[in-house]
């Protein structure tokens, strides 16, 4: 009788991608459309691209339980801070009216790329 041998699949099963493409960078202003804290508005503070979420100030605010090291200065206590949402929850803000907006990417002559929104046409400019 044979021995059963396990092969290999092709492909990988269950890999994902590196990172993910995101519409929105740190430092843009957004509005969460989706889910329990749905019609707030923040700025981004971190992106995580290989999780696809992203962290958008006063939104998904929790509570965690810090306990003190043998650190000097540390101290016990509950602190609060945001914790990452998924970033298709949020739409970026138009430049001109405010509102929620798709984004179109354009191609300056010198090869710079710009985020343009749909709503108004206006350019968004990237926070450094």
């Given amino acids: 009788m044979r ?12 890999r994902e991608p590196e990172r993910h493409k995101l519409h929105v960078a740190k430092g843009d202003t957004v509005r969460v459309i989706r889910g329990e804290h749905r019609g707030k508005e923040g700025k981004i503070l971190r992106v995580h691209p ?9 939104v998904n605010v929790v509570k965690k ?3 003190a090291t ?3 200065g540390s101290e016990s206590g509950i602190i609060e801070f945001p914790a990452p949402i998924a ?16 984004v179109r990417r354009r191609r300056d002559k010198d ?18």
């Fill in 50 to 58: 290989k999780q696809f979420r992203i962290v958008v100030e006063g």
């Fill in 87 to 102: 970033a298709s929850n949020v739409m970026l803000l138009d430049p001109k009216s405010g509102e929620p907006t798709r």
């Fill in 3 to 14: 021995t059963l041998v396990y092969r290999k699949s092709r492909r990988q099963r269950g």
């Fill in 111 to 128: 090869g710079t790329v710009e985020r343009i929104a749909i709503k108004s046409g206006q350019p968004i400019p990237r926070v450094r």
């Fill in 65 to 67: 339980h810090k306990r």
């Fill in 70 to 72: 043998g650190a000097p």
